[in-house]
Nanobody
Framework: QLQLVESGGGLVQSGGSLRLSCAAS????????IGWFRQAPGKEREGVSC????????????NYADSVKGRITISRDNAKNTVYLRIKNQEPEDSGVYYC?????????WGQGTHVTVSS
């Protein structure tokens, strides 16, 4: 079974930056479309960014939510079997638990999440 592990969260001051990682074991992550989601306390989980599989028709294309466009970059390191989410110029509204998701033919897989807290 595909397992995803997020890391890289923590406490950062407003205006700072973080790089979150989503690592997989046992399966080649580049086979799948990967999404990053976040959930703030008391709010629903929302999509932040996604990157398609390199082998898909869209060939590794990326998409970003309007709320984060220009401040977030999603990327893959296939040698490390990892997808990254880099967030710069962080705002307190970026605080929450960040999850990565793999959309596969056998189902949707989630990691356990990594906490991000942005202090003002």
């Amino acid at each position: 079974q595909l397992q995803l592990v997020e890391s890289g969260g923590g406490l950062v001051q407003s205006g700072g930056s973080l790089r979150l990682s989503c690592a997989a074991s046992g399966y080649t992550l580049d086979y799948y479309d990967i999404g990053w989601f976040r959930q703030a306390p008391g709010k629903e989980r929302e999509g932040v960014s996604c990157i398609s599989s390199s082998g898909s028709s869209s060939g590794g294309s990326t998409n970003y939510a309007d709320s984060v466009k220009g401040r977030i970059t999603i990327s893959r390191d296939n040698a490390k079997n990892t997808v990254y989410l880099r967030i710069k110029n962080q705002e307190p509204e970026d605080s929450g638990v960040y999850y990565c998701n793999a959309d596969t033919s056998s189902g949707s897989y989630w990691g356990q999440g990594t906490h991000v807290t942005v202090s003002s």
